[in-house]
């Protein structure tokens, strides 16, 4: 598979969407999430969702040139209209208004509606973090159920994705972020680009049946919840927290999408920021210094697998199954973009992998 550096993808993807009508700012707000997920080891939030919003673009249900808009708000809370832009537009736009409330009022809320696909949660809960804020988002899908409810045999809920991000004045954030379902359905197409069976337990196909085949989910398959009961108490959290509290429902558009909560808390909201950096040094030390249980090499902190990926990423390139990079390339000839072309000026970060 071909390995490319984070500026040619950045280059292809902004191209794109130039091409399919965003601003030039929007275009690289877009390409800035989607090549950031990609470092941190995310490729099913990568460029492998450009076919799909350029699909979604010429269906309507993404306007690739809006933005984003406040619709009412006080000093620690902001009602937001997405306007159907791109959702990672909304959700740096979320993000920003939230952490700069917080910064000014230690505490803010945030509820988006009108608000298309996203992505990774991590790439906005990680940017307010890194400005001292820390983050809570939460997203509810109000439409195109892909998951079945615990003890349930049909889907009703999305994958209502979490993530919460915490300062860390010594590093990365520390940074949860999964969707409740067993396994996020990005994952599920990349399986499908890598041509690799699924983990058990993660589907059923169409007629209720546990499967490992990522075209078994595309054939009117559906996901079941993480952890059981657990997962499935997770995912109607998320969905009341960005449905029936965020407000989503009463806000139509397009398509109903999904509505997305975000609280945010500064991190000097109850103690001074250096007794902050303190204590959080001590509890991540703390936790660090656990023995590594057999088959573990060492304990990690939540966020750190995807700060290694991305420092090895940046110095390696990011490697591009060739069913996903054909499928970008075809995405791109239909606007008139050559992905190709876009990449040769750089061919030396292009490297041929093995498989």
Request: glycine fraction near 10%; charged fraction near 20%.
């Amino acid at each position: 598979m071909p390995t490319m550096s984070k500026e040619i993808l950045h280059r292809v993807t902004a191209a794109i969407f130039r091409a399919a009508g965003a601003p030039e700012d929007l275009a690289g707000q877009v390409a800035d999430v989607l090549v950031d997920n990609h470092l941190a080891g995310h490729d099913s939030h990568g460029i492998l969702r450009i076919p799909e919003y350029v699909q979604s673009v010429r269906q309507g249900e993404i306007v690739p040139a809006a933005r984003p808009r406040v619709i009412e708000e006080t000093a620690v809370s902001a009602l937001v209209s997405g306007n159907w832009a791109f959702g990672q537009v909304t959700g740096l736009f979320a993000a920003d208004l939230a952490a700069e409330k917080a910064k000014r009022e230690r505490v803010a809320v945030v509820s988006v509606v009108q608000a298309g696909h996203t992505g990774r949660l991590a790439a906005f809960t990680e940017r307010a973090a890194r400005r001292g804020v820390a983050l809570f988002m939460a997203i509810g899908t109000v439409s195109k159920p892909t998951t079945a409810p615990y003890g349930g045999a049909a889907p009703v809920l999305g994958t209502n994705p979490l993530s919460v991000s915490l300062p860390n004045p010594a590093g990365d954030p520390v940074t949860l972020d999964f969707a409740t379902s067993a396994i996020a359905a990005g994952k599920i197409k990349l399986a499908k680009a890598r041509h690799e069976q699924l983990p058990p337990n993660a589907i059923l196909d169409s007629r209720g049946r546990p499967s490992v085949d990522p075209q078994a989910f595309f054939d009117g398959g559906f996901l079941l919840p993480f952890a059981g009961h657990k997962g499935y108490a997770l995912a109607v959290i998320a969905e009341l927290l960005s449905g029936p509290l965020a407000g989503a429902d009463a806000y139509p558009g397009v398509t109903s999408r999904s509505g997305i909560f975000l609280f945010a808390v500064d991190a000097a909201a109850f103690r001074p920021a250096e007794d902050y950096r303190r204590a959080l040094e001590r509890t991540l030390g703390r936790i660090k210094a656990v023995p590594p249980a057999a088959g573990f090499t060492e304990v990690l902190i939540p966020g750190e697998p995807e700060a290694r990926s991305r420092a090895r990423r940046e110095r390696d390139g990011i490697p591009i199954p060739e069913d996903t990079w054909r499928a970008v390339c075809a995405a791109g000839a239909t606007l008139g973009v050559d992905a190709e072309a876009l990449a040769a000026p750089a061919a030396h970060s292009i490297r041929e992998g093995e498989g």
